[in-house]
Every structure is written in C-alpha cells, then in structure tokens.
C-alpha cells in the first residue's frame, strides 16, 4: 500500500488540507475546557490571562472560584486589589492578576464596560501583549488573526522545517490562518502543540496534519535546560489561641510585592529540628524549605491573623502550602 503523497504548505491546496484537517480534529477530540463553553470575552480574556506561563491543571480550579467570587467585569473593576490577590493566590505571576484588575477598572470607568472589538484594541489595555490580543480577539470576536505561542511556534517550525522567529513566525502564522473560524484554528494549533505535537516526543502516528508537515517526526535536537539555582530558606509557623502570625511583603518587592507569607528566620545547625521540610519553585529558583514551629523574633514587622480570615488575604503560594500542611487552611 502507497504512503499518501506529502502536500507542501507552500501550495494553495496544501494550506486548505491543512485547515481543513486540524479544524476537523479539533471538533472531535478538543479538550473539555470550561472557557470554550462559550465565547464570552470575559471569560475568554480571564483565561487566557491565567493560561499565560501556567499549565493548564493547574487553571481548572482557580479559573472557577475566580469566576464565582468576580462573575463580571463590573464586580472584578469594583473589587479590591487584595480580594482579587487572594483568589489568585496559588496561580503565581501576581502581576497578571493586577494587571487584570487595572484592565477591569479601565474598561468599567473608560469604556462603560465595552469590551475591545480588535487585537489593537485589547493591546491598549494593562497587561495585555500581542499574543493575548489575539488570542481574545479571535476566539470572542471572530477577527482573523493568527496566535503565536511557545506550542504554535514548535508545530509551525515542523511543519514547514523551518527556524522561525520573531515577525517571520507571525507572518507564517497568519498564511496559514482559517480565516472563517479564526478562534477555532487558534486553538486548534496550540491543542495540537500542547497535546500531539510534544516537545520531545511528538505523537506522529496520530497527528491529523502529518501529511501536511515537512518533518514528519524528525524532532530537532536540544540543548540540555538551563540549570536551575538552588535556595534554603527558613519560616517560623507561630500560631496561637486560632491566630498565625503573617508578614507582608513589601511593596517594592521584585517578587510578589504585598504578599503574606511566615515570616523568614535563620537557619537552624540541625535540619531534623524543623517540623516541615518542602520543597518549592518560584521562577529560575528551586527552594528547600523548613519550617520551625517558633516564635518570629521581636522585632518582626507583621500581623495576627485569624484563621477564618486566611481565606480572604493574598497569601503567597508557598505560604498556603505550608499553612494547609499546619491543618490552618482548607
């Protein structure tokens, strides 16, 4: 039996195969994800916002309490920034969700609560780059404009065996764009990415656009990752009468400035001494984490903090994982 003949995306017949075939898939296997329910721009902005450096596990829960505490524009405008940090609390990238409250705000107060029709609209908003723009205005708004992200980029240059980069990745995106479901090409492209055309070990047998794809399975060789660094750090868990003593961070911080954590305390001689060792990433940094039950010293800056209010304050991430470890949070 004949393999079928490999069709060039340079030809006007093996771009419409192309669309053809990857819109066809996507119909039948996309993931069942709670922001393609609809095409509400609220929502399909929260997610792509939340979506952003963040695996798609660990969105699925957050995206709901989030819509539950903030189910519109206006309520999130109308919020706090500390409410809306502590709903975020967990996600990491807190300057994604302050960004998104400024976003909230501006479209409420300058727009009358108008969402943006065009990529170029929602790139005048706080926090909001091109990729983003295009992914909200083609998936809620229907305009014809390509995405490009870390899984569009690997399936692209596979596709056509090329190293793209900068505008040339854009360009080539956009040649090959669905115009008529532009949102649904989108992200068909980044399903395809995310869930058959892997980094490391792409599922070629299954890929509904193999007969369009110049490579065919012959993946690129790698450089080995970038080491990450390493950090021991500290924390005392003083608790009494119901309260936990918490720090905020401050407000210049680099790292998730206004946040509230334990506060930090010196090493001990004896690593066995500490009743909770973790461990726990943030950006480039992997951290051993112990946590001594102890009084923070005298001089530490910080509050008393009821249990039932934990819920309410925008704990960092490390902070709630130890706090759930001390049975204070849910």
Avoid at 44 to 67: C, G, K, N, P
Avoid at 135 to 157: F, H, K, T, Y
Avoid at 293 to 313: C, D, H, N, Q, Y
Wanted: charged share 25%; proline share 5%; aromatic share 8%.
């Amino acid at each position: 039996m004949t393999a079928p003949r490999k069709l060039t995306l340079g030809s006007a017949r093996g771009r419409e195969l192309l669309r053809r075939s990857l819109l066809a898939w996507y119909d039948t296997h996309r993931r069942d994800l709670p922001w393609r329910q609809d095409r509400d721009p609220y929502r399909v902005w929260l997610s792509e916002i939340m979506l952003q450096q963040t695996r798609v596990a660990a969105v699925l829960d957050h995206y709901q309490a989030f819509l539950r505490r903030f189910p519109t524009i206006e309520k999130l405008a109308a919020a706090r920034e500390a409410s809306v940090l502590a709903v975020w609390s967990g996600l990491g990238y807190y300057r994604r969700a302050r960004m998104l409250h400024a976003a909230a705000k501006e479209i409420v107060r300058e727009h009358a609560g108008k969402f943006p029709s065009t990529a170029e609209q929602w790139r005048q908003l706080p926090g909001i780059g091109r990729y983003t723009a295009a992914a909200i205005a083609s998936i809620a708004c229907g305009e014809p404009v390509a995405v490009v992200d870390g899984n569009v980029e690997r399936v692209l240059g596979r596709l056509l065996d090329q190293h793209l980069a900068g505008e040339g990745l854009w360009q080539a995106a956009g040649e090959l764009l669905a115009a008529r479901r532009p949102g649904d090409f989108n992200q068909a492209m980044m399903e395809l990415g995310a869930t058959v055309c892997l980094a490391r070990q792409p599922r070629c047998l299954v890929c509904p656009v193999f007969r369009c794809c110049a490579t065919q399975g012959d993946v690129e060789k790698r450089g080995p990752k970038p080491k990450q660094k390493k950090r021991e750090i500290h924390y005392a868990l003083d608790c009494q009468d119901g309260s936990v003593f918490l720090t905020e961070r401050p407000a210049d911080a680099a790292l998730m400035p206004g946040m509230w954590e334990l506060p930090e305390i010196s090493s001990q001689d004896d690593p066995s001494s500490a009743w909770l060792t973790l461990r726990h990433s943030i950006t480039t940094t992997d951290y051993v984490v112990r946590v001594r039950r102890a009084r923070a010293f005298p001089e530490t800056k910080g509050r008393w903090i009821l249990r039932r209010r934990l819920r309410t304050l925008a704990l960092t991430g490390l902070a709630r994982k130890i706090l759930r470890a001390a049975g204070f949070e849910e």
